[in-house]
């Protein structure tokens, strides 16, 4: 009998922690919800999700869905590439409260010029530059295309919740200096499942999920 307490246990806490993303704070649930394990494979291969098209809808379209103007960024790494980043920090949709980090389709020639007319420069502790982008760039970022959607959830989220919302994943891969990775190839989806703090949820097109996955299958231990 008393073996099977903290199966109850586990099972209470499931059931509430799903209650609690579902309706938090007692409201009504969206009639049309946009919830994060919502993936829709397109004909064309593309993944939806959270009412977006990766590759397709362009930033301001999230924008709109948010109700929020993200914060833009444009890094220039120590290899010298770039990425333009729009940050939507503690944005609601159907109910969940979480930070937005979406990468734009911008391709580098046009990013490196973003870059010199960029605000405020500053280094990370990696060696990667940062500058906001400059008012003139702004309008361009917001018609750019969504190529990565980053979903950083306010809740901590149980295994045994993803596993039942998501299902099981096609391959799980230990990161050697953090969390697991859940990876969902057919989705486009690498869950990152840290029992420390929050789980990170990266969707991406299915054709391009090896390159996301590739910098973390290069730390695997040969078999």
């Not at 003139?136 to 970022?141: H, I, L, S």
């Not at 980053?150 to 596993?163: H, M, Q």
């Not at 039942?164 to 990152?192: N, S, V």
């Not at 969707?203 to 290069?218: E, K, M, N, T, V």
Request: aromatic share 6%; net charge negative.
């Amino acid at each position: 009998m008393d073996r099977k307490i903290p199966l109850v246990i586990l099972a209470i806490v499931i059931v509430v922690s799903a209650l609690a993303i579902l309706t938090p704070g007692g409201r009504q649930a969206d009639s049309n919800p946009k919830l994060p394990w919502q993936i829709t494979v397109r004909a064309d291969g593309a993944t939806e999700v959270f009412g977006l098209v990766l590759g397709q809808s362009p930033l301001s379209q999230a924008s709109q869905l948010l109700q929020q103007d993200p914060t833009l960024s444009l890094f220039r790494s120590p290899e010298g590439e770039y990425a333009v980043e729009a940050y939507f920090q503690r944005a609601t949709l159907s109910g969940l409260r979480a930070d937005f980090v979406m990468t734009l389709a911008v391709d580098q020639n046009n990013a490196a010029a973003m870059f010199d007319r960029g605000l405020r420069i500053s280094q990370l502790g990696s060696g990667t530059k940062k500058v906001e982008l400059a008012d003139a760039d702004v309008q361009q970022a917001m018609a750019s295309t969504i190529d990565l959607i980053t979903y950083i959830p306010s809740a901590d989220l149980e295994p045994e919740l993803i596993s039942r919302q998501f299902g099981e994943p096609t391959q799980k891969l230990d990161d050697p200096e953090g969390p697991q990775h859940w990876l969902y190839p057919a989705k486009g989806l690498d869950i990152a499942v840290n029992p420390e703090s929050k789980e990170v949820f990266q969707y991406i097109h299915p054709q391009r999920f090896d390159a996301l996955i590739q910098p973390l299958q290069s730390q695997q231990p040969e078999s």
